[in-house]
């Protein structure tokens, strides 16, 4: 068993998740290529929009998995800084937008 | 400038010990299947050629740059260059055989001294198609190369060139400091004479090789993301961009190796396996002849040492009856080969 709670090799044992329920794992991985086809976007603009979630959920496999498949793609480093841009904008505005959550309480309950 | 691995005495100048390493390891202890089993379940072992198409010739190993990736350990420290007599073995051969396109390779094909002659006789002869692998920059070399854009359209020479990505960084971090630029210079002097243009006959195509240790992306997007960029920014023009895989071997082996991406190179590789690139990968229509005149089922195996296995091993002996009867010789760099669309000289091959 690994030390660590995350270790690289077990990226590639990602398939395995079907061994323990195979129909649902199946239609996963099924659907889970489909999305990732060149369609109304680009299988490259997909994959932008993948490396910068996977940054947002801060997952390292995705992040490994969405390097390399830019590198692949031919996606530029400033396009891919770009995209973990974009999506720590939304991030850290999505935590910003509830200081006015914030705002109105402070309101409310003051005199 | 960088030293070619065989300069250096790198251990894997030698093609054996590359082989133990790719024979070794990994595939060894079964963790990856090996090529010989994975094509064995498909009926494709032994793996047998069809009818011959391209004479691939590698007129010698000299070239003007050291790129990081190159499986031939090419550069200006090679000195292992095609003979005048050689060529000529290879014009007798090229007038019996039924191959419809030569294809020369290097290193820089054009600084062997016997290049322009080599060409002009198989021109004469009327080899349907001449390829010249050229790496664009010898066009800049050096005054004596600049009229080589007036002398592949003498010859309607069909160039293919290298060219890494359309971004400068990533060019120079593979092929060495200032190639992008002279690059670029070289296709828009080939685009002057007509190359590369939309209803032309002069051919210029690129080669598209990833610089890392990742796996070519689809060969049609690619094409569409380089002609883009390439027009945009430098309104240069080409016909067809080929996608190919970095094999696992010298230089790029090396890299993999030194870089701790070997193992994680192999099982991107083995997992994009694809059996129905097996049928047409290029030593099926290809022998490939080296700088000596031996003779080897493709570029790669000429640089593991690896001849064909058949009674004739010489270009002085050629007998494509006897050639046809072979049994390819593989091993696990072949997986290079069958990745994703598969890979070939001439690109994906499915
Ligand atoms: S990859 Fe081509 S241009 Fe680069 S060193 Fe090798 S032969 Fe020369
Ligand atoms: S490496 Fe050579 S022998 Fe192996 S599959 Fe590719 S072309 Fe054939």
Same mark, same amino acid.
């Given at each position: !068993?690994?030390?660590?709670?995350?270790?690289?090799?077990?990226?590639?044992?990602?398939? @395995?998740?079907?061994?323990?329920?195979?129909?649902?794992?199946?239609?996963?991985?099924?659907?889970?290529?489909?999305?990732?086809?060149?369609?109304?976007?680009?299988?490259?603009? @997909?994959?932008?929009?993948?490396?910068?979630?996977?940054?947002?959920?801060?997952?390292?496999?995705?992040?490994?998995?969405?390097?390399?498949?830019?590198?692949?793609?031919?996606?530029? @480093?400033?396009?891919? !800084?770009?995209?973990?841009?974009?999506?720590?904008?939304?991030?850290?505005?999505?935590?910003?937008?509830?200081?006015?959550?914030? !705002?109105?309480?402070?309101?409310?309950?003051?005199? | 400038?960088?030293?070619?691995?065989?300069?250096?005495?790198?251990?894997?100048?030698?093609?054996?010990?590359?082989?133990?390493?790719?024979?070794?390891?990994?595939?060894?202890?079964?963790?990856?299947?090996?090529?010989?089993?994975?094509?064995?379940?498909?009926?494709?072992?032994? %793996?047998?050629? @069809?009818? $011959?198409?391209?004479?691939?010739?590698?007129?010698?190993? !000299?070239?003007?740059?050291?790129?990081?990736?190159?499986?031939?350990?090419?550069?200006?420290?090679?000195?292992?260059?095609?003979?005048?007599?050689?060529?000529?073995?290879?014009?007798?051969?090229?007038?019996?055989?039924?191959?419809?396109?030569?294809?020369?390779?290097?290193?820089?094909?054009?600084?062997?001294?016997?290049?322009?002659?080599?060409?002009?006789?198989?021109?004469?002869?009327?080899?349907?198609?001449?390829?010249?692998?050229?790496?664009?920059?010898?066009?800049?070399?050096?005054?004596?190369?600049?009229?080589?854009?007036?002398?592949?359209?003498?010859?309607?020479?069909?160039?293919?060139?290298?060219?890494?990505?359309?971004?400068?960084?990533?060019?120079?971090?593979?092929?060495?400091?200032?190639?992008?630029?002279?690059?670029?210079?070289?296709?828009?002097?080939?685009?002057?004479?007509?190359?590369? $243009?939309?209803?032309?006959? %002069?051919?210029?195509?690129?080669?598209?090789?990833?610089?890392?240790?990742?796996?070519?992306?689809?060969?049609?997007?690619?094409?569409?993301?380089?002609?883009?960029?390439?027009?945009?920014?430098?309104?240069?023009?080409?016909?067809?961009?080929?996608?190919?895989?970095?094999?696992?071997?010298?230089?790029?082996?090396?890299?993999?190796?030194?870089?701790?991406?070997?193992?994680?190179?192999?099982?991107?590789?083995?997992?994009?396996?694809?059996?129905?690139?097996?049928?047409?990968?290029?030593?099926?229509?290809?022998?490939?002849?080296?700088?000596?005149?031996?003779?080897?089922?493709?570029?790669?195996?000429?640089?593991?040492?690896?001849?064909?296995?058949?009674?004739?091993?010489?270009?002085?002996?050629?007998?494509?009856?006897?050639?046809?009867?072979?049994?390819?010789?593989?091993?696990?760099?072949?997986?290079?080969?069958?990745?994703?669309?598969?890979?070939?000289?001439?690109?994906?091959?499915?």
């Amino acid at each position: !068993m690994s030390k660590s709670y995350y270790d690289p090799a077990d990226l590639k044992k990602f398939g @395995k998740i079907t061994e323990w329920s195979e129909e649902i794992g199946n239609k996963f991985f099924e659907y889970y290529g489909k999305v990732f086809e060149e369609g109304a976007l680009s299988a490259r603009e @997909k994959s932008l929009i993948a490396l910068a979630v996977s940054h947002v959920v801060k997952c390292p496999y995705c992040i490994d998995a969405y390097t390399k498949d830019g590198l692949q793609k031919g996606i530029t @480093k400033e396009e891919m !800084m770009e995209a973990v841009h974009a999506g720590a904008a939304i991030e850290s505005g999505a935590t910003l937008v509830h200081g006015v959550q914030m !705002m109105n309480k402070y309101d409310k309950l003051s005199m | 400038m960088k030293e070619s691995l065989h300069k250096r005495n790198n251990q894997l100048a030698n093609g054996k010990r590359q082989l133990e390493i790719l024979n070794n390891g990994i595939f060894a202890s079964g963790e990856l299947p090996k090529f010989a089993d994975k094509i064995a379940e498909i009926g494709h072992f032994p %793996l047998r050629p @069809k009818s $011959l198409e391209v004479l691939q010739i590698n007129v010698g190993y !000299m070239c003007n740059q050291v790129c990081a990736h190159c499986h031939v350990d090419a550069g200006p420290d090679r000195k292992e260059i095609m003979t005048k007599e050689t060529m000529q073995q290879c014009l007798d051969v090229i007038k019996k055989t039924g191959a419809h396109t030569l294809d020369l390779t290097g290193g820089a094909p054009e600084m062997n001294p016997n290049f322009r002659w080599f060409v002009e006789k198989a021109s004469r002869l009327g080899v349907k198609d001449i390829i010249v692998r050229s790496n664009l920059t010898i066009i800049r070399a050096n005054k004596k190369y600049y009229d080589l854009p007036d002398f592949f359209k003498e010859y309607n020479v069909h160039v293919v060139s290298s060219m890494p990505h359309w971004t400068r960084g990533k060019t120079d971090k593979q092929r060495g400091e200032g190639v992008f630029a002279k690059s670029i210079k070289a296709l828009e002097e080939l685009n002057e004479r007509g190359y590369g $243009l939309p209803d032309s006959g %002069l051919k210029l195509d690129l080669v598209y090789n990833p610089s890392g240790a990742f796996l070519p992306g689809d060969q049609s997007a690619m094409e569409k993301d380089f002609k883009k960029a390439l027009f945009e920014d430098f309104g240069i023009q080409f016909h067809d961009l080929f996608a190919i895989t970095n094999l696992p071997i010298s230089r790029f082996l090396d890299y993999l190796i030194v870089s701790e991406n070997y193992e994680d190179y192999m099982y991107a590789l083995v997992e994009a396996y694809n059996p129905a690139a097996v049928a047409n990968v290029m030593c099926t229509n290809t022998i490939s002849v080296g700088w000596d005149g031996w003779l080897y089922d493709c570029d790669f195996n000429q640089m593991l040492g690896l001849k064909v296995a058949s009674k004739v091993t010489h270009i002085s002996k050629y007998n494509e009856k006897l050639l046809n009867d072979r049994n390819i010789v593989i091993s696990q760099h072949c997986y290079g080969c069958t990745a994703g669309a598969g890979s070939s000289c001439q690109g994906t091959v499915t």
